[in-house]
């Protein structure tokens, strides 16, 4: 029998690491990185009342949601919440034609897809 569980961890740790690791490095800049993302995204449609308080929430998500998969909980709905701030992410990077970044933020989504789609196979006891 396969260790599904060991094999579902080593595949959620890096994307686990990359979403935790960038919410940590902002945390501290916190006010930093919202002037960056307002100025980034100055010439989107999407309305700054909308981007500044985004702005003070995506390094807490990201830090929230890559702490969550590196423990394993509620993962379904924690690999939901991801593809969601993913979907979000390229809908802005989208508003400002930010191509380099959408590979990014696709590369993820992709990943937290095949992770989604693992556990729904392997990892709960619904396997049909």
């Not at 702005?55 to 890559?66: H, K, M, W």
């Not at 702490?67 to 593809?83: D, E, F, M, Q, V």
């Amino acid at each position: 029998m396969k260790d599904f569980k060991t094999i579902f961890f080593f595949l959620r740790l890096p994307v686990a690491v990359s979403l935790l690791g960038h919410g940590l490095v902002r945390l501290p800049k916190l006010q930093a990185f919202s002037e960056w993302m307002l100025k980034t995204m100055e010439k989107s449609a999407i309305p700054e009342a909308l981007i500044l308080p985004f702005s003070y929430f995506l390094p807490v998500a990201e830090a929230v949601v890559g702490l969550l998969l590196l423990i394993n909980y509620k993962t379904r709905y924690t690999l939901y919440a991801s593809l969601t701030l993913m979907s979000i992410l390229i809908l802005g990077s989208s508003s400002v034609e930010n191509w380099q970044a959408i590979e990014s933020q696709l590369l993820h989504s992709l990943y937290l897809f095949g992770l989604l789609w693992f556990h729904e196979k392997f990892c709960t006891g619904n396997n049909g």
